[in-house]
């Protein structure tokens, strides 16, 4: 029998098929969201007391440098962020609960709507039977529907002594963040830059969308104050929050006024409602957004559906708000953190990348 001795070379390391890595990390992937999505009750809470950490960060780091002691910091921290939350939460409820009571009225009128299309398409030629299938719904089942929307928007908050609780100690610790990062800096500077990738691009994505948000929702409220919708302030509000679901909030938003302004004017002020919605949203989202920030979040635009898409499913209503933020985290986390990875840029951000290009222009700005 012979020994290995410290002259014996290594046996040669068996790397494992390409494809077999891709099927282990597609198999690692499915599990950790099933935990993430059996756990979605704590982790979305989590990760919007992260967010909002992340984007109040900047105020704290502002306040020291002006000479505040630290405790004063981040007090003054906490209270904007507390006084936000709060605000919204109370707002939504008290709008919601007004809204409940005026729903009932409008019983008689969606019935009489629901008979006039009904005589609409016997008079056209169409059977009785295929009228019945066509408008086989009810008042109870559309309001229901429209309660859901309004109910999963509040339900964003359910955790909100958990997240006020999570926000109190985050605070705190970020107290030590940018000394820790300047440690972590000498030691391993890809996951510094990374998670700096990331904090810049939340911050950016939060405030271009409650800016922009904020100018949405005085002008939906104002236009459906002048056509008459009942609670405009409501209808804002819900535009103002869904403003931070990519590509589609405005619709979950345009919903309710809608069919309210079916309910009060008939189809016309519907389809003025819609057509107002669509304007401003479109201008606004498509024209001027743009020209002042470009693409803040770095994200293809299939991209951002389908972290709309699985998020959603995965957290919830909470998941479809906090998309773009847990999408740019995952990326920092997965790829920006290993140089090795970088190539995956090219594929999923807004803009043609180039990581060899990048790396090249480095070296020749050292």
Do not use: C
């Not at 290594?10 to 999505?37: D, F, Y």
């Not at 999963?152 to 609780?165: D, H, K, W």
């Amino acid at each position: 029998m012979r020994f290995a001795s410290a002259e014996t070379p290594e046996a040669p390391r068996w790397a494992l098929p390409r494809a077999v890595i891709v099927l282990l990390g597609l198999a690692a992937t499915v599990i950790v969201i099933a935990g993430m999505k059996a756990f979605a009750g704590v982790i979305g809470p989590t990760f919007l007391a992260l967010i909002l950490t992340v984007g109040i960060h900047p105020l704290h780091t502002w306040l020291r440098r002006k000479g505040f002691p630290t405790w004063v910091a981040v007090a003054a921290v906490l209270a904007v962020v507390y006084g936000i939350l709060l605000g919204l939460v109370v707002a939504l409820a008290l709008s919601i609960a007004q809204f409940a009571t005026t729903l009932p009225t409008y019983q008689d009128k969606f019935d009489d709507l629901l008979a006039q299309a009904r005589q609409l398409l016997e008079a056209r030629g169409i059977g009785q039977d295929e009228v019945q299938k066509a408008l086989n719904i009810d008042a109870d089942r559309v309001f229901n529907i429209v309660t859901a929307i309004l109910d999963s928007t509040l339900g964003v908050f359910s955790g909100l002594v958990f997240v006020i609780t999570l926000l109190l100690f985050m605070t705190v610790d970020a107290v030590s963040y940018d000394r820790r990062l300047s440690i972590l800096q000498r030691m391993r500077p890809d996951i510094v830059s990374a998670l700096a990738t990331f904090s810049s691009g939340t911050r950016k994505y939060l405030l271009v969308s409650t800016v922009f948000g904020l100018i949405v929702a005085v002008l939906d409220t104002g236009a459906l104050s002048l056509i008459g919708i009942p609670l405009p302030i409501l209808w804002g509000l819900l535009s103002f929050i869904t403003n931070y679901i990519p590509n589609i909030g405005f619709v979950l938003g345009l919903i309710p006024p809608a069919l309210l302004g079916l309910l009060e004017g008939g189809p016309g002020t519907m389809l003025l409602v819609i057509a107002v919605y669509s304007v401003i949203n479109v201008v606004i989202e498509s024209v001027i957004q743009p020209k002042f920030v470009g693409d803040t979040a770095d994200i293809s635009v299939t991209l951002t559906v389908l972290a709309l898409v699985v998020w959603g499913w995965v957290l919830g209503p909470l998941g479809a708000l906090l998309a773009i933020p847990l999408t740019l985290l995952a990326r920092a986390l997965l790829v920006d953190i290993d140089p090795s990875t970088r190539w995956v840029d090219s594929l999923v951000s807004a803009k043609v990348v180039d990581p060899a290009a990048e790396e090249d222009e480095e070296k020749e700005v050292e």
